[in-house]
């Protein structure tokens, strides 16, 4: 079993808060990341597949291809826009980077062929915060 | 022989912010801007280097005390810029583009006067891992 690893980019706007709670209420629990008119990050997206080499090509799955099925799926959706109100599949929900991480598994997952396992995201928000999803 | 030296000290802040001009049509700020012009903003990790250019005190050593940079940036830039959004949060960015090189000119005017006549100041600003700019060039 071998793991690949794709690094991809995008970045955004968000803004933590919940609709529900007062402004200082949200204040209180999300500090200046709720922020209402929004900041922004460059995002890393590491995409982790999993399997054993093709004995053709030696590749688990050919990392340009899953480049392009991530741009596609994901990034596109992401890159320069504001994960609150820009994104489809992260309407409604709070936009941490938790739950982003979630949100693209769910996207990308059944993008991938049959034979290719997603083993891990990680998704790295400053320099010092990212978070890692194993499905 | 010059004795001078550049001290360098990085700072970090985020915010979002969007590349528009209000005078401009739709169709022209998307191709003079392309994605940066989408109207709910996007966003950046800001990568800042302050470079003090001069000749070490003698008394200390020091050109200038990386402690006294570092407050002075967190005072003057980071607590205005981070977690903000540059074209609606800022004065400075009410009717200027808050490109990466606009953005280095104004840290650059905001922290000048705090540094000695004698030092030399430069801005290095990331926008993001691969774009970045200094001013003065």
Known sequence: MVYLTRI???????RLYNPDW???????VFGKCANHNWHGHNFELYVTIKGDPDPDTGFIFDAKRLSTIVKER??????????????????????????????IWQELAPALPAHVKLHCLKLVETPKIYVEYYG | MSKRVAVYRKEHFNAAHR???????????????GKCALPNYHG???????????????????VVDMKWISDLVQEKIIERFDHRNLNLDTQEFKALNPTAEN?????YD????????????????????????????
């Open chain 2, 103 to 107: 953005i280095a000119i104004v840290i």
């Open chain 1, 22 to 28: 007062s402004a200082e209420k949200n204040e209180e």
């Open chain 1, 74 to 103: 994901v990034i596109d959706k992401l890159d320069h826009r504001n994960l609150n109100l820009d994104v489809d599949f992260m309407l409604g929900k709070r936009c941490s980077i938790e739950n982003l991480v979630v949100g």
């Open chain 1, 8 to 14: 991809e980019h995008f970045n955004a706007a968000h």
């Open chain 2, 110 to 137: 905001l922290l000048r006067p705090h540094v000695l006549a004698q030092h030399d100041l430069q801005i290095r600003l990331y926008e993001t891992p691969r774009n970045f700019v200094e001013y003065p060039a």
């Open chain 2, 19 to 33: 590349l528009f001009r209000p005078d401009l049509s739709a169709q022209e700020n998307d191709r003079l801007f």
């Open chain 2, 44 to 62: 950046h990790n800001y990568e800042l280097i302050v470079k003090v250019t001069g000749e070490p005190d003698p008394i200390t050593g020091y």
